[in-house]
């Protein structure tokens, strides 16, 4: 198996890597050309293009950070439609709405190419160890395909149903995740005002059940000392965090309208994470 990976960020990046851990060919694209060396140092093949990345290979990775990120990648002379050969499947990896993914399908198979939305959660470090969890949907016949693509990264792959359902998945699960920093942050600042030191309030809600590991490494952030919280570096990383957030809980609050759904509790969300993320901005805390 060839595959090409378009897009090496904070999750594209270790992605890329597993793959080529796992001794598939891999060809990789970033419009930052420092990004595309470091993967080369350990084993990638550079391209100039996405058209150039996707040339020969059976699978293509795409993990941009939004959805007119992903239609630019595709798109065009440059695109991975215009460089990928027919029978390729396009994996979409970035959080995005189940619309663009169906629209991207349909030009897809204009093209003879397969895709798939193929969300992943679990963050880097896990991606990393080849432990993501795959969110997908598309045709069981296309994931069967660029299976070995897949399992380079994850333990676990749930097919979701038809093209689109791997976003609707996606923006559900981001969901629990952000109402559950909600509720982390809220419940520390509380325990802070009443004088409970935060090792205190962990142990307590580890001991019953009540704070996942992952609410714990989040709540590392409140931690780190002022100074370190509020460095230029720290702040334009959280801000980088925010960003993804308020863009994923302003797709799950389009989708539930779409849907005839309220989600008042994402709404508020949406308008608070700046403070749950610790970013120095007072017009959105």
Same mark, same amino acid.
């Given at each position: 198996?060839?595959?090409?990976?378009?897009?090496?960020?904070?999750?594209?990046?270790?992605?890329?890597?597993?793959?080529?851990?796992?001794?598939?060919?891999?060809?990789?694209?970033?419009? !930052?050309?420092?990004?595309?060396? !470091?993967?080369? !140092?350990?084993?990638?093949?550079?391209?100039?293009?996405?058209?150039?990345?996707?040339?020969?290979?059976?699978?293509?990775?795409?993990?941009?950070?939004?959805?007119?990120?992903?239609?630019?990648?595709?798109?065009?002379?440059?695109?991975?439609?215009?460089?990928?050969?027919?029978?390729?499947?396009?994996?979409?990896?970035?959080?995005?709405?189940?619309?663009?993914?169906?629209?991207?399908?349909?030009?897809?198979?204009?093209?003879?190419?397969?895709?798939?939305?193929?969300?992943?959660?679990?963050?880097?470090?896990?991606?990393?160890?080849?432990?993501?969890?795959?969110?997908?949907?598309?045709?069981?016949?296309?994931?069967?395909?660029?299976?070995?693509?897949?399992?380079?990264?994850?333990?676990?792959?749930?097919?979701?149903?038809?093209?689109?359902?791997?976003?609707?998945?996606?923006?559900?699960?981001?969901?629990?995740?952000?109402?559950?920093?909600?509720?982390?942050?809220?419940?520390?600042?509380?325990?802070?005002?009443?004088?409970?030191?935060?090792?205190?309030?962990?142990?307590?809600?580890?001991?019953?059940?009540?704070?996942?590991?992952?609410?714990?490494?989040?709540? !590392?952030?409140?931690?780190?000392?002022?100074?370190?919280?509020?460095?230029?570096?720290?702040?334009?990383?959280?801000?980088?965090?925010?960003?993804?957030?308020?863009?994923?809980?302003?797709?799950?609050?389009?989708?539930?309208?779409?849907?005839?759904?309220?989600?008042?509790?994402?709404?508020?969300?949406?308008?608070?994470?700046?403070?749950?993320?610790?970013?120095?901005?007072?017009?959105?805390?």
């Amino acid at each position: 198996m060839r595959a090409a990976y378009i897009g090496l960020g904070n999750m594209g990046a270790p992605m890329a890597m597993r793959l080529v851990a796992q001794g598939i060919e891999t060809t990789v694209y970033d419009i !930052a050309p420092a990004a595309i060396e !470091a993967c080369v !140092a350990k084993g990638a093949k550079p391209a100039a293009s996405p058209a150039a990345a996707a040339a020969g290979c059976d699978a293509i990775g795409v993990c941009v950070p939004e959805d007119d990120h992903v239609r630019a990648v595709l798109r065009g002379a440059n695109g991975v439609l215009a460089g990928a050969p027919r029978g390729a499947v396009i994996a979409l990896h970035s959080t995005i709405l189940p619309a663009t993914a169906e629209e991207l399908a349909r030009e897809a198979s204009a093209s003879g190419l397969g895709l798939l939305d193929a969300c992943v959660t679990g963050g880097a470090a896990r991606a990393l160890q080849g432990k993501l969890v795959y969110l997908i949907g598309g045709e069981a016949e296309q994931i069967t395909r660029i299976k070995p693509y897949l399992d380079a990264c994850a333990e676990r792959i749930v097919h979701a149903g038809p093209i689109g359902s791997g976003a609707k998945l996606k923006l559900c699960i981001n969901l629990i995740t952000y109402l559950q920093w909600i509720a982390a942050y809220e419940s520390l600042t509380l325990a802070k005002a009443v004088g409970l030191p935060q090792q205190v309030l962990e142990d307590a809600g580890r001991g019953n059940g009540q704070l996942t590991e992952l609410m714990v490494q989040f709540m !590392a952030l409140h931690k780190a000392p002022d100074a370190a919280r509020k460095s230029e570096n720290m702040q334009n990383y959280l801000r980088t965090q925010l960003y993804t957030a308020e863009k994923d809980l302003a797709w799950a609050l389009k989708l539930a309208k779409d849907s005839g759904v309220a989600l008042p509790g994402t709404a508020l969300a949406s308008q608070i994470m700046a403070r749950v993320y610790a970013v120095e901005d007072a017009g959105r805390r």
